[in-house]
């Protein structure tokens, strides 16, 4: 039988890292058993940005469901809008920016989910 949650039951996490919302869809806090695969919803409100991590040990892919913002790695930036997928190779570097005037919202898989992240402070 499917496991149903609403979005009030969920848990709803704010980023100490940056000023991102996010929504836990599958992860260790959601009891569903699931350990090769993790999910959460991110809302980057206008002018946010994330700071530069890159994931071991894992695929990291997006599926944009809202607005429109900037994934950005050492080689460039890429804009992504809704409709869009976009995918991060194991240890590649990357970071967000919401360079719009309205919410960028997206929905992050990690297949398998990071043995670790790591972030960086230093201008790559």
């Not at 980023?15 to 009891?31: A, F, G, M, Y």
């Not at 700071?51 to 804009?79: D, N, W």
Request: hydrophobic content about 40%.
């Amino acid at each position: 039988m499917a496991k149903l949650f609403t979005k009030e039951q969920l848990p709803h996490l704010h980023s100490t890292r940056d000023s991102r919302d996010r929504l836990d869809l599958l992860t260790e806090n959601v009891p569903v058993g699931a350990v090769r695969l993790r999910a959460d919803r991110i809302i980057y409100h206008p002018g946010d940005s994330a700071a530069k991590h890159y994931h071991l040990g894992c695929h990291h892919v997006f599926a944009i469901l809202e607005g429109e913002g900037l994934i950005c790695t050492p080689v460039g930036s890429q804009r992504l809008r809704a409709g869009m997928a976009a995918v991060i190779a194991p240890e590649e570097i990357h970071w967000f920016e919401n360079d719009s005037n309205a919410n960028f919202k997206f929905v992050e898989f990690w297949a398998p989910p990071p043995v670790k992240t790591i972030w960086l402070t230093d201008d790559i």
